[in-house]
C-alpha cells in the first residue's frame, strides 16, 4: 500500500473514531490484531460492543467504499471478532458489526478537502 493511502486510511480511522466518540461510544482498541487479522476500531458503550470496519475513498471509481466489505472480509472481521472477546474479561450482552464509510473530496480552490462520514450500523451479523 502506498503511503499517501495508508496515511488516507489512517485519517479516516481517526475520524471514525472521533465520530464514534462524539456519540458517546468508548473506543476500546484500534488497528488490533486479533487471530491473524486485524480489526480497524473496537468501540463499546455499555454492555453492547462493536466492531468497526473503516473505508475510506476519494473517488467511486472502484465503487462504494462499504462494497469493499465482501463476504471473505466479513468472515474475517467476525473471526478476529471472536478472538477479541474471548480474551476479554468483559462479557457483552450484545455485539455489532459496524461500517463506517469516509468519502474525501476536494476542497473548493485546492482547501482542505470535504470528509463526509457515513455510519452503517449493523452492516452484516456472524452468519454473514
Known sequence: ???????????????????????????RDRNIRC?????????????LVVFVEVKTRRSRRYG????AVDARKRARIVRGARHWLFDQPQRFARVRF???????????????PHWQL???EAAFDAGD
Not at 502506498?2 to 471514525?16: H, K, N
Not at 487471530?35 to 463499546?44: F, K, R, T, Y
Not at 462504494?64 to 462494497?67: A, G, Q, S, V
Open 1 to 27: 500500500m502506498s503511503d499517501d493511502r495508508r496515511v488516507l486510511g489512517t485519517e479516516g480511522e481517526t475520524r471514525a473514531a472521533a465520530y464514534l466518540e462524539e456519540r458517546g461510544y468508548r473506543i
Open 35 to 47: 487471530g491473524g487479522v486485524e480489526i480497524d476500531l473496537i468501540a463499546s458503550r455499555g454492555r
Open 64 to 67: 462504494l467504499p462499504e462494497e
Open 98 to 112: 459496524d461500517v463506517i464509510c469516509c468519502d474525501v473530496t476536494p476542497g473548493p480552490d485546492a482547501g482542505a
Open 118 to 120: 457515513r455510519h452503517i
